[in-house]
């Protein structure tokens, strides 16, 4: 049998905001943006053509709204893979957003910690191949 997950869900405050945020910043493309209701809405953004994709869900009442951009905790909630760090990393600086650290060189690979535009804690990570 083989399993995936395939999609989570992300709080929004608001869907065109979210959609220009992650396209825009992060490169990240629209992959389906389908009203259900006059204010509801199936919208789903993707770093890559394979992996997990995000539900960007708007926030339905008080609860929701108060976990829009901390939906972990205060932890680091998503781990954005890149074959290229530097590339990266640098690009999304120009792009404007906002790393919490520099990025550091560990011993599983490169990572720098940033937030998306509601406080959602990143990590931009680039694992070192394994050597065999």
């Known amino acids: 049998m083989s ?3 395939g999609l989570i869900t992300l709080v929004v405050r608001d869907y065109d905001e979210a959609i220009a945020w992650y396209t825009q910043k992060l490169g990240f493309r ?3 943006d389908t009203a259900l209701s006059e204010t509801k809405r199936w919208v789903v953004v993707a770093p890559g ?3 997990t994709r995000i539900l960007l869900a708007k926030a339905d009442g008080q609860a ?3 976990a829009t951009g901390n939906q972990t905790g ?3 909630a998503f781990f954005l893979h890149t074959d290229d760090f530097e590339r990266d990393h640098s690009a999304m600086v120009k792009s404007g957003v906002i790393f ?4 550091r060189h560990e011993p599983y690979g490169s990572v720098a910690v940033f937030q998306d535009l509601y406080g959602n804690k ?3 990570l680039e694992l070192k191949q ?3």
């Open 74 to 76: 205060g932890r680091v």
């Open 130 to 132: 394994p050597t065999i």
């Open 64 to 66: 929701q709204e108060a």
């Open 100 to 103: 919490l650290e520099e990025p």
């Open 49 to 51: 053509d394979d992996g």
């Open 3 to 5: 399993r995936r997950i």
């Open 30 to 32: 629209l992959v389906e």
């Open 122 to 124: 990143w990590d931009l």
